[in-house]
T-cell receptor
Framework: ETGVTQTPRHLVMGMTNKKSLKCEQH?????MYWYKQSAKKPLELMFV???????ENNSVPSRFSPECPNSSHLFLHLHTLQPEDSALYLC?????????????FGPGTRLLVL | AQSVTQLDSQVPVFEEAPVELRCNYS??????LFWYVQYPNQGLQLLLK??????LVESINGFEAEFNKSQTSFHLRKPSVHISDTAEYFC????????????FGAGTRLAVHP
């Protein structure tokens, strides 16, 4: 595997379920990101991890819980979601977490909350 | 706070015609500017970026963008588009004196017709 991978690619869950999204980067990067992409809206930055430490939480509801066990893996734990949380969730990584860097994106997980 | 405005949500164009996708930003600080492209069912990938120096930047597949500080714009252009350029294009900005936080526009869907 190369680049940034995300699993699952599609997920349907009820509002009472608990699920997790997984992201893995094979690029040797030290910064990882979660974004939410909803139709007709700008990408929303949710969380940033630099060298495994969370450096940004963009006022995300607590029903979204990130976990970064090492620089290569990033999880997003989901519980008691709402239908408006249905969206494409994108993971990205970059080399060292500086503002001029290119971010490399995974293909996303398409989430539907019923 | 920074923001990015992409003035056109959709741009239809015929193959081999020129195209311009518009992007304006607002920021009180010095910025870096990016264009990312998202092909169907894929994550975003960098098309080009402006960090410093020449205000005209080019991509390997014929796109170019010009940084205009006085007009706070970073419009994307291509003199002759191909069917394969059909995708969604996102303009983004980061604070050059800050950390790795990208602010995205809402995107422009480019549809190239034969």
């Amino acid at each position: 595997e190369t680049g940034v991978t995300q699993t699952p690619r599609h997920l349907v869950m009820g509002m009472t379920n608990k699920k997790s999204l997984k992201c893995e980067q094979h690029l040797g990067h030290n910064a990882m990101y979660w974004y939410k992409q909803s139709a007709k809206k700008p990408l929303e930055l949710m969380f940033v991890y630099n060298f495994k430490e969370q450096t940004e939480n963009n006022s995300v509801p607590s029903r979204f819980s990130p976990e970064c066990p090492n620089s290569s893996h990033l999880f997003l734990h989901l519980h008691t979601l709402q239908p408006e949380d249905s969206a494409l969730y994108l993971c990205a990584s970059s080399q060292g977490g500086t503002p001029e860097e290119t971010q490399y994106f995974g293909p996303g997980t398409r989430l539907l909350v019923l | 706070a920074q923001s990015v405005t992409q003035l056109d949500s959709q741009v239809p164009v015929f193959e081999e015609a020129p195209v311009e996708l518009r992007c304006n930003y607002s920021s009180s600080v010095s910025v870096y500017l990016f264009w990312y492209v998202q092909y169907p069912n894929q994550g975003l990938q960098l098309l080009l970026k402006y960090l410093s120096g020449s205000t005209l930047v080019e991509s390997i597949n014929g796109f170019e963008a010009e940084f205009n500080k006085s007009q706070t714009s970073f419009h994307l252009r291509k003199p002759s588009v191909h069917i394969s350029d059909t995708a969604e294009y996102f303009c983004a900005v980061s604070d050059s004196g800050g950390y790795n936080k990208l602010i995205f526009g809402a995107g422009t869907r480019l549809a190239v017709h034969p």
